[in-house]
Every structure is written in C-alpha cells, then in structure tokens.
C-alpha cells in the first residue's frame, strides 16, 4: 500500500508539470519575440530533487508514473520518457543513497540532467530524421537557453522542496 508521503510526492510532482505547463504555454508566444526555444524542466528538477528522498521501495512506481504522466502531456513518443525517468531514478538509487544535498550539488545534479535529457531527445530525433536542427543551431537556440532558464528557475524549486520538508535524511561526507 502506497503511505502518504509517496502521495504527496505525487502531488507535488502534478503541480509541478501544472506550472511547466503553464510556462511552456505563455513563455515563446508571449514572453520571447526572438528564435530561441527554451522548454521549462521544473518538473524534472523536481522529481530529481525528490528521487533522492524516496524510499527504495516506491522508486520506480515513482518514475514510470512521472515518466509516463510527462510522456502523455508533453511527448510524442510514449517509452522515451518513462525510460529516461526510470534512469534517473536508478542513477538516484544507487548515487546519491538519501544523502542530504547542498544547493551546489542540487544544482550541479539537476543541470547535468536537464543536459542529458536534452541531448538524448536532439539525438534520437537526428537519428529518426525527425529534425533538421544542426548540432550548432541546437546548442545556441534551444540547449543553451534551456539551460541558462532552468539554472535561474532552479532557485525556486529548491526552495520550494526545502519548504517542503522532502529531503534525505543522512549527510553524504558526515555520516
């Protein structure tokens, strides 16, 4: 049976999706005259930030749902997402143990996987000649920007987690 704070991750996470959704929504039509794409990953630094904190047991629950819940509202392609959300949660389970992160490694952690993401839908989509988009147009108009956002954005997901009390529990270098 799944308990409460499972629930609330889940529930943290919706909102989560609710607000990316939102920003893709108004961000390049309203906010942005110029050609860049910048795709909000609130949502991914979030369920990155609560990856570390969930119980071993609820992990992969926890990412085919958000992997599928993002591929349903967000993809075209139905597995990509739950396979890069189960990756995530993996590299969570067997990196980074409940540590308790620094807003530095948060950071660093969610940057890293943003980039990753974003790198590997570019790649698969130049495999299946789904886009034209040279490697230098990629970096410069939608990579970067995307970054550049999400490292600003950042600030109020970490607060956010922080104020809600989700964190690991033990100190990776003091315990």
Request: net charge positive; aromatic share 20%; charged share 10%.
């Amino acid at each position: 049976m799944m308990d409460n704070k499972f629930i609330r991750y889940l529930v943290v996470m919706f909102f989560a999706f609710v607000v990316d959704s939102l920003l893709c929504y108004y961000l390049p039509s309203s906010l942005l005259k110029i050609n860049l794409t910048i795709v909000p990953y609130g949502a991914v630094a979030m369920f990155v930030l609560l990856n570390n904190s969930i119980d071993n047991d609820h992990r992969t629950i926890f990412a085919v749902i958000c992997g599928f819940y993002y591929s349903v509202i967000y993809g075209n392609s139905l597995f990509i997402y739950v396979v890069l959300y189960l990756l995530y949660a993996l590299f969570g389970k067997y990196y980074m143990k409940k540590a308790t992160f620094t807003y530095f490694q948060a950071f660093v952690i969610v940057l890293l996987t943003i980039f990753v993401q974003e790198c590997v839908l570019y790649s698969l989509m130049w495999i299946s000649n789904t886009t034209q988009l040279l490697v230098t147009t990629f970096l410069i108009k939608r990579l970067l920007p995307t970054l550049l956002y999400n490292a600003v954005m950042f600030n109020g997901v970490y607060y956010i987690h922080h104020k809600i009390k989700l964190e690991g529990d033990i100190d990776v270098y003091f315990s």
